[in-house]
């Protein structure tokens, strides 16, 4: 695992749709994957579950595939979970059904092969969304939201057996209010923290009548609340933070996780969103605040972040960096010990599609080296396939590691894109650009839709490229200084 060179590759496993909604290392140069396929098989077209084992060069070792056997949809909502047993056994996966809401739960062994199945059925409630399970003490805790008949929304916990059985169910909220889980996490054996978001509607969707905010509160493993914390509720277009995803205790104190600040156009009738990254103290004090990116219509933002193992701090995501509104690139976003930014990067697994594209990050996993390796999806809209998204980078963010060099993404591409322009485009061999900033490149290279580099321009002059020795296709165009980098798409005819 030690000196592996990244890599960046998208998986069909046989399948029209491969997602991948959670990554793990599960043994030293093993990663598990597990998210959605969907069959197209004469007599099935049904969508159902995906569970694989690839090793971290990101070759597939083996892949299982679940579908209902009475023709049900199976479904997984983020943060999608699934857990390496305690004892070694195998594995649990954690899913629901489509059209009823039923919670599922599937045992496998170690390779994946079906054990046993348990389902939970809830007669009373609208709709439950099952998101993450945890084991402690040989037993099973699932946390999610559900609905009830009168559409409240509250934030819930079971407690299972090991055989299945439900032990017993807390559901947490307000009758005046929609509650949200977005974060899970054990701080001990006694003590479970759970962050969401409120929303206080009068009149939803209104959003001139709804207030948004954060709620963070502990449980012990009786189910009884410990304590909770709320932030202040407001509307959306007032900008503050609603939303807590990765949530988790560092050093025992502070509470960190990363945020979403919206603004609502309503001239557009859209959203405006930028992610940050969120220190409080064991007050909930604000400390730390690190807005990153910048507001940016649609979809923008972090899905998964985590500690790294020297002290930092690890976001995957997703932007738009491009002028095309449904073209979506993967993010990767790293902070050290002090909050500093170390390094940003954007990522494709392929071009996109007639009407845009998406490539999304939805979690990561860190390897005793220090390297990363996040996982998604690739989709080209307009296309005929959905596929499985690995990506590898080293702890400097570099996925060739015989010319690493750490990107500080302090000034962010979305912004200095506008002031970079290339042309022709497409090009038959050599293509201009020019840049109003007048910035002196430290390099410029050329990638392929795989992310492989094809050459390396030092200190480019005369603004030009040539490309007459590629063959046709899309390729990529990145250029890099020490803070800054930016990337643009070329057509080679």
Not at 49 to 66: C, E, M, P, Q, W
Not at 109 to 123: Q, V
Not at 218 to 246: F, P, Q
Not at 259 to 274: G, K, L, M, P, W
Request: hydrophobic content about 35%.
């Amino acid at each position: 695992m030690w000196g592996q060179p990244g890599f960046n590759q998208k998986y069909d496993l046989g399948e029209s749709m491969t997602t991948f909604f959670q990554c793990s290392l599960v043994e030293e140069n093993t990663l598990a994957v597990y998210g959605l396929a969907y069959s197209d098989e004469v007599f099935l077209h049904q969508q159902g579950l995906v569970f694989a084992k690839i090793d971290t060069n990101g070759n597939v070792l083996s892949h299982r595939l679940y579908f209902d056997s009475l023709g049900y949809e199976y479904a997984v909502n983020l943060p999608a979970s699934f857990i390496k047993l305690k004892d070694g056994s195998g594995y649990m996966l954690l899913a629901q059904i489509l059209e009823n809401y039923n919670g599922v739960l599937l045992k496998t062994d170690n390779e994946g092969n079906l054990i046993s199945k348990f389902e939970f059925e809830d007669t009373i409630a609208l709709s439950k969304f099952y998101k993450k399970i945890i084991e402690i003490n040989n037993y099973f805790y699932i946390s999610g939201v559900i609905q009830s008949q009168n559409y409240q929304t509250d934030i819930f916990i079971i407690k299972i057996d090991r055989k299945g059985n439900k032990l017993w169910e807390k559901s947490y909220g307000l009758n005046s209010r929609r509650e949200y889980l977005t974060s899970f996490y054990v701080a001990n054996e006694n003590e479970f923290i759970f962050g969401g978001i409120i929303v206080n509607s009068i009149d939803w969707p209104d959003y001139d009548k709804t207030e948004f905010g954060n709620k963070i509160f502990a449980i012990d493993s009786l189910g009884i609340i410990k304590w909770n914390w709320e932030g202040a509720l407001s509307k959306i277009s007032k900008g503050d933070e609603h939303d807590v995803t990765g949530l988790y205790k560092s050093n025992g104190r502070d509470y960190r996780y990363t945020t979403i600040r919206s603004q609502y156009n309503v001239d557009e009738d859209a959203f405006y969103h930028q992610p940050s990254f969120i220190i409080r103290d064991s007050n909930f004090n604000l400390i730390f605040e690190k807005p990153v990116g910048t507001l940016q219509k649609h979809i923008n933002g972090f899905s998964h972040s985590f500690p790294t193992q020297d002290g930092g701090w690890l976001a995957v995501g997703e932007a738009n960096t491009t002028a095309q509104l449904k073209s979506f690139t993967g993010w990767m976003y790293r902070l050290d010990t002090k909050g500093d930014s170390l390094w940003s990067r954007f990522d494709t697994a392929q071009a996109p599609g007639p009407w845009g594209g998406e490539n999304v990050f939805f979690s990561a996993a860190e390897l005793p080296s220090g390297s990363i390796i996040a996982c998604g999806y690739s989709d080209r809209l307009g296309g005929s396939k959905t596929w499985g998204w690995l990506l590898k980078v080293d702890q400097n963010g570099c996925m060739d590691t015989l010319h690493c060099y750490p990107i500080s993404s302090t000034i962010e591409p979305n912004e200095a894109n506008k002031s970079l322009r290339i042309f022709p485009n497409p090009v038959l061999s050599t293509f201009r650009f020019i840049d109003e900033t007048q910035t002196k490149w430290d390099w410029v290279e050329v990638t392929n839709v795989l992310g492989q580099t094809i050459f390396k321009i030092p200190h480019p002059v005369n603004n030009e490229i040539d490309l007459s020795l590629l063959k046709s296709g899309v390729y990529f165009v990145r250029f890099v200084k020490l803070n800054l980098f930016m990337v643009k798409t070329i057509v080679k005819t």
